[in-house]
């Protein structure tokens, strides 16, 4: 009898122990790989193509995991409870790429806002652009610069008042996939070159007169890396030389326009689909030649612009910007609706001075 009272009480004595070593196991796997991850999103060197990829998961892979673990974390001491917060807080802020900005003084306001507007999936019915019009309209951007338009530009030629509410009474400058919409008058509008591996690519930029001083603006939409992520997850092995291979012929692109942005000799204002979040070598490279993120700069929050058209239906990547020159101000940066494109638009409040012309 005494052997088997013995015997039951041993019993939740294993399982108590077995539970906290599954504790320790669960935050530790959580805490160690935050730590590294949190610091390879900190540190440029180690932006590489690896890296690049673990930037494409959605969060929840990370943050449900963390929360798991913190929650078991009450079965272990305070060390471990404190570990698995670490997790937590890391995950929210660093791996999720969580800003808190600070707004900048200047004088003159001009609202900038860039769209992907993924023009080629709605239907031909004339309403089809209707929610893209309420969304522009309730920014009511002094700026707009469009990509993915090119079917928008040609229904408009077909039709005329198509999206009228969007174009009527500003200056507007269509070139492929680029439409620039604007209160202020727009002159010296061009392509530009961003090719890669001899595939032609382009961008637009133009000289806007606002508020007495001009101003460089341009937009770019750099390859998709859509390629390269379903190759990587159908194939992991075999995708990951596609991946690569996309990783570099974005980084390309993106030296290419950051040479030709380095010539500046105004103010700038570079927005567009970089198809790539801040902490990525992409738009590093953009940012090493002296502009600054607005949503960085000014904004509250994550500022996601994809992934609600997923199968999660939640937004998950930044990887829409308005980068701007030094000599631009921010006063406010927030990412817009989710209904009328698979990207939400990013608008910002900017500043200029005065020309004393």
Not at 20 to 39: E, H, I, K
Request: glycine fraction near 8%; include cysteine; hydrophobic fraction near 45%.
């Amino acid at each position: 009898m005494r052997r088997f009272f013995a015997t039951t009480a041993a019993r939740p004595s294993r399982a108590r122990a077995a539970l906290r070593w599954f504790a320790r196991a669960a935050v530790l796997g959580t805490f160690l790989p935050g730590v590294l991850q949190a610091g390879a999103y900190s540190v440029e060197a180690m932006s590489t193509w690896w890296l690049e990829l673990l930037q494409y998961v959605p969060y929840p892979a990370y943050l449900l995991p963390a929360l798991g673990a913190f929650a078991l974390s009450f079965l272990l001491s305070r060390a471990w409870r404190v570990a698995a917060a670490l997790s937590v807080a890391l995950v929210l802020t660093v791996v999720m790429g969580l800003v808190w900005g600070r707004a900048d003084a200047g004088t003159e306001p001009l609202r900038m806002m860039t769209y992907n507007i993924k023009a080629y999936l709605p239907g031909p019915e004339p309403e089809a652009f209707d929610p893209l019009v309420r969304e522009v309209a309730r920014h009511d951007p002094d700026i707009l610069v469009m990509q993915d338009a090119a079917e928008l530009t040609l229904r408009r030629q077909r039709t005329p008042e198509l999206a009228a509410g969007i174009f009527k009474g500003r200056h507007v400058y269509a070139l492929g996939q680029y439409i620039v919409v604007s209160r202020f008058a727009l002159r010296d509008c061009r392509p530009g070159a961003i090719a890669f591996r001899g595939h032609p690519h382009d961008y637009v930029r133009c000289i806007v007169s606002a508020h007495g001083r001009d101003i460089d603006l341009v937009t770019a939409h750099l390859l998709s890396p859509r390629r390269g992520l379903n190759a990587t997850r159908h194939e992991p092995v075999e995708g990951l030389d596609d991946w690569q291979q996309n990783f570099a012929d974005r980084l390309v692109q993106a030296h290419q326009l950051a040479a030709d942005v380095a010539t500046r000799t105004r103010p700038l204002i570079l927005a567009g689909d970089l198809n790539a979040s801040e902490a990525s070598p992409v738009v590093r490279t953009l940012l090493d030649r002296g502009l600054r993120d607005a949503f960085a700069s000014a904004g509250l929050g994550y500022g996601y612009t994809l992934g609600h058209a997923l199968r999660l239906g939640i937004s998950f990547l930044r990887i829409d910007h308005i980068l701007v020159s030094p000599e631009i101000g921010v006063r406010d940066s927030f990412a817009g609706g989710r209904q009328a494109s698979e990207h939400r638009p990013v608008i910002a409040d900017l500043l200029l001075q005065r020309s004393s012309r």
